[in-house]
């Protein structure tokens, strides 16, 4: 141990951060291994049924789940009793089964992102300590566990968590079957490169069988680019590629095959149709600039991505050949997914995720070499720290005040929706300043210790502190955001779940009337229609949340009276019609 309590960087594989006396009957690694997992389980599980689901994929995928419940149907995917053939169905099984133990609600939505988190950071210290070592596994799994949206999607109901997760395992253990296949000798594989090979396949599957074939390709094309590198040489046999590509696909039949076999091809083509789509045509608004994932990756990614950034320049070499190979194939895939996803004309911050698992990792090279000295903690790096950082400072500490004076801020909007959202009972206290002081603290405390050398401390207390920072911020903002953005038509709907009515929306999208209300299966078929809800001849009074700014096209309108209006939404019922009316 150093004088200023860090931990030596000299030991390899020897246990290096001695928290007192190491029972005799448990390993160094089974200790951390728990000890990643307990911290997951810490700082994911705890406050995730503290505030509503949001729009539009968190109550879209609980919906999808919700339904899968009261149909008792797990091939295909539902969402308003109608077939959505956008998503494969692993995910809402996870959530099903949360749903059965825990029951409907934000909780259940979001707990299996918390367990895939669980999981992650163990795994991640698990193949760091098998690529390098202990240490390394540790700065691994700490740099994941403090880096801003990889903590914050753990914490969420998105599929994105479970489908990267898959994705690199798939990846790993195809990158193993490679090195076994070409006698990598400084890395100890017991197993043998078929073994391996199709374990790759297997958690592709598994990842086509959360989101799509995006898993595959993304694969492939990373596959393409390492070809590329070797000028050419095949280093993967076209037997072991299509076995490779064969164990991905018996995975995913156990879907794709089950529903054509029950109910024809006609939802697959549909699912394969809009996976095309999702490639070439900008989803429902959103669009976005080129360099939208760079700046997404770079800020949000904090503070992981500062140091990823070092290790796109030189580095050292690794001391075994599998290290610098695997080093290699991170930078591919990280640059592979980059691209992909800044060709995509949709533009959506998880879209990128996958990249947080290479740029994580680049990062824990870079802090190890920091740590042993073979590289230093550069003056650029420490002012991106304290820019990106302070990005983040500026925020939290702003935030509060601009909440206090919304009627100030008024007049900044010309959209009437956003300056009705304002109006929103949101208490602040001034005390929602704490997380930023809490982060400016920390940064001024880790760049000091960069600065005097003692680089382990700083590390340990960046990424820690930011953890908590996050917590923090979670628990002092989102449930006021929330207050602004959304709450005011999710508390309508939930005031009105149990009432024989119908429930829909004009102008436009959302899942909440389907979750918030728990809506079952409609014995009347034109009440999935919206133009039949707004004009047909229905046989009961149809609630509809409407934006201020469009309500004037109904409520001029004998049949529709104005029932309430709230924080820019406008709660309009339109009396059941009689035929003939």
């Known amino acids: ?26 390993s160094n690694t089974l200790r951390y291994t728990l000890l990643f997992a307990f911290l ?35 091939l295909r995917v539902y969402v ?40 992650t950071l163990a795994l991640l210290f698990l193949i760091g300590r098998k690529l390098y070592d202990t240490r390394f596994g540790v700065i691994w799994a700490t740099v994941y566990l403090g880096t801003l949206l990889p903590l914050l999607y753990f914490k969420s109901g998105i599929i994105d968590p479970f489908f990267n997760l898959f994705i690199f395992l798939g990846f790993y253990f195809f990158i193993l079957s490679y090195w076994k296949k070409d006698g990598y000798t400084s890395i100890d594989l017991p197993r043998s490169s078929w073994q391996y090979l199709f374990l790759g396949g297997f958690f592709i599957g598994m990842g086509i069988l959360t989101k799509g074939q995006t898993a595959y390709l993304i694969v492939v094309l990373t596959m393409g680019v390492y070809w590329i590198y070797q000028r050419f040489r095949l280093y993967i046999s076209v037997p072991r590629f299509l076995f490779f590509t064969m164990a991905a696909t018996l995975v995913t039949l156990a879907w794709y095959g089950m529903e054509t076999w029950k109910n024809g091809p006609w939802f697959i083509n549909e699912f394969n149709k809009y996976q095309y789509r999702l490639f070439s045509t900008p989803d429902a608004g959103h669009g976005g600039f080129p360099g939208y994932h760079f700046a997404v990756l770079l800020v949000g990614c904090f503070p992981a991505s500062i ?83 302070g990005i983040f400072v500026l925020a939290t500490v702003a935030l509060p005040f601009a909440g206090m004076q919304t009627e100030v801020l008024k007049p900044l909007f010309k959209d009437p929706f956003a300056q009705a959202n304002l109006d929103a009972d949101v208490h602040w206290t001034g005390w929602e300043i704490l997380p930023g002081v809490l982060l400016l603290v920390l940064l001024i405390l880790t760049l000091r210790w960069f600065n005097r050398g003692r680089n382990e401390r700083a590390f340990y207390w960046l990424f820690g502190g930011t953890a908590v920072f996050v917590m923090l911020t979670l628990i002092f903002f989102i449930k006021r955001i929330e207050g602004y953005s959304q709450r005011a038509a999710i508390e309508f709907f939930e005031s009105k779940a149990g009432e024989d009515v119908y429930f829909t929306t004009y102008a436009y999208k959302t899942y909440a009337q389907y979750f918030y209300t728990r809506k079952q299966p409609l014995l009347n078929e034109n009440a999935y229609q919206q133009d039949w809800l707004l004009n047909g001849p229905t046989d009961k009074d ?28 406008v709660f309009l019922k339109r009396r059941k019609q009689e035929a003939g009316q």
């Open 307 to 389: 140091f990823a950034v070092r290790a796109f320049f030189r580095l050292p070499d690794e001391a075994r050949d599998h290290q610098q190979d695997f080093r290699r194939w991170m930078k591919f895939l990280f640059w592979t997914v980059l691209i992909l996803f800044s060709v995509v004309r949709s533009k959506i911050v998880h879209y990128s995720s996958m990249t947080y698992f290479p740029l994580t990792f680049l990062a824990a090279v870079v802090l190890d070499k920091i740590f042993r000295g073979e590289i230093k903690m550069a003056g650029w790096m420490k002012v991106l720290l304290a820019v990106v950082g």
């Open 40 to 74: 997951g389980a810490l700082l994911y599980i705890p406050f995730l049924g503290g505030v509503h689901l949001f729009d539009w994929d968190e109550i879209n995928f609980a919906e999808i789940s919700r339904e899968m419940l009261i149909q008792k149907e797990y």
């Open 80 to 119: 308003n009793f109608q077939p959505f053939w956008e998503k494969p169905p692993f995910f809402f099984w996870t959530q099903a089964l949360a749903m059965k133990l825990f029951g409907v609600g934000e909780f259940a939505a979001r707990f299996p992102n918390a367990i895939c988190g669980v999981i």
């Open 542 to 569: 149809v609630y509809i949340v409407v934006k201020n700014h469009r309500a004037a096209e109904l409520t001029g309108r004998d049949d529709i009276e104005v029932v309430g209006e709230k924080n820019g939404f």
């Open 1 to 26: 141990m150093h004088r200023d309590g860090t931990c030596s960087s000299i030991a390899a594989d020897a246990p290096v951060y001695h928290i007192g006396h190491n029972p005799p009957h448990m």
